[in-house]
């Protein structure tokens, strides 16, 4: 079955580039029917979706005002993995990042997650 696994820094300092990497395993992240996706929980919410890559490498980001404009993501399909990028890091995007498959054909459920990563901002 699929595996996903994050990896990157666990601190990052106030205005710097957050970067994380997940990589996909048993499954290529250009299979028609899968999107993939970056996901966060910040201590003590709830979660909230970030954007998703789909299997043509078209990106698609939240709109919301905390994460508006800063988000980035891409692939590397060589190496069957997507990277998050998000810019101008402040304490408050300190959270839990997780990668995810997204069943496009059925309602976007995210079927499959990775253990997620620790990130704090902080200087």
């Known amino acids: 079955q699929v595996q996903l696994q994050e990896s990157g820094p666990g601190l990052v300092k106030p205005s710097q580039t957050l970067s994380l990497t997940c990589t996909v395993s048993?499954?290529?992240?250009?299979?028609?029917?899968?999107?993939w996706s970056w996901i966060r929980q910040p201590p003590g919410k709830g979660l909230e979706w970030i954007g998703y890559i789909t299997s043509s490498g078209i990106t698609y980001y939240s709109p919301s005002p905390s994460l508006k404009s800063r988000t980035s993501i891409s692939r590397d399909t060589s190496t069957n993995q997507f990277t998050l990028q998000l810019s101008s890091v402040t304490p408050e995007d300190t959270a839990q990042y997780y990668c995810?498959?997204?069943?496009?054909?059925?309602?976007?459920?995210?079927?499959?997650w990775g253990q997620g990563t620790q990130v704090t901002v902080s200087s």
């Open positions: 048993a499954g290529s992240i250009t299979t028609n029917e899968y999107y």
């Open positions: 995810a498959r997204v069943r496009r054909y059925n309602d976007y459920d995210h079927d499959y």
